[in-house]
C-alpha cells in the first residue's frame, strides 16, 4: 500500500491561462517559484529555485499535453516523486486543477511526506489563485530577500 497526495481546486480563469502560469517560468515566479530555467516542455529538465527555503530543485518534464496535464518527477519531499497536475475547463471561464503527487510507502515517514507535500500543494492552489484571480503574490515576503 502507498500514500498519495491529492488536491484541488476551481480557479476562475480560462484554462489557457491557468496552463500558461504553470508552465511559463516568469509567470510561475508571482505565485511558486522564485525562478525557473525554462518552460515546461516535455523530454526537458528545468531548475526551480526557492529563494524562501534557500532550495533549488530539478524538475524532470515526463509529458505536457496543453491545456490538459502536466507530469513530472522530482524530489521535494526527499526522495523521487511524480506530479500530475490535470486542468479541466468549467463553466463560465473557469478552471478545476487537481493535482497528484505519489507515491511513497505507508509508513510514518511516507505518511509525514505527504502531509508536507499536502500542505505544500494547497498553498500552490492559494497562491495561484491569488495570483491569477487578482494579481497579488502571496509569497511576497517570505524570503528576506524579498522587498
Known amino acids: 500500500m502507498n500514500v498519495e497526495v491529492n488536491v484541488k481546486d476551481r480557479v476562475l480563469r480560462p484554462v489557457h491561462e491557468v496552463f500558461a502560469a504553470i508552465v511559463d517560468p516568469t509567470k510561475m515566479s508571482k505565485f511558486f517559484i522564485s525562478s525557473g530555467s525554462g518552460t515546461m516542455k516535455a523530454g526537458t529538465t528545468v531548475e526551480?529555485?526557492?529563494?524562501?527555503?534557500?532550495?533549488?530543485?530539478?524538475?524532470?518534464?515526463?509529458?505536457?499535453?496543453?491545456?490538459?496535464?502536466?507530469?513530472?518527477?522530482?524530489?521535494?519531499?526527499?526522495?523521487?516523486?511524480?506530479?500530475?497536475?490535470?486542468?479541466?475547463?468549467?463553466?463560465?471561464?473557469?478552471?478545476?486543477?487537481?493535482?497528484?503527487?505519489?507515491?511513497?510507502?505507508?509508513?510514518?515517514?511516507?505518511?509525514?511526506?505527504?502531509l508536507g507535500q499536502t500542505a505544500g500543494w494547497t498553498d500552490f492552489l492559494c497562491c495561484m489563485k491569488g495570483y491569477l484571480q487578482h494579481g497579488i503574490n502571496l509569497r511576497a515576503g517570505r524570503s528576506r530577500d524579498d522587498h
Not at 52 to 61: H, I, K, P, Q, Y
Not at 88 to 106: K, L, M, Q, Y
Request: hydrophobic content about 45%.
Open 48 to 114: 526551480w529555485v526557492f529563494a524562501d527555503v534557500g532550495g533549488r530543485l530539478a524538475v524532470d518534464v515526463v509529458e505536457v499535453e496543453e491545456n490538459r496535464k502536466i507530469a513530472f518527477d522530482w524530489t521535494a519531499s526527499g526522495t523521487t516523486a511524480r506530479v500530475t497536475i490535470k486542468l479541466e475547463a468549467h463553466d463560465s471561464g473557469a478552471t478545476i486543477v487537481s493535482i497528484n503527487e505519489a507515491r511513497w510507502p505507508f509508513d510514518r515517514e511516507g505518511v509525514d511526506r505527504a
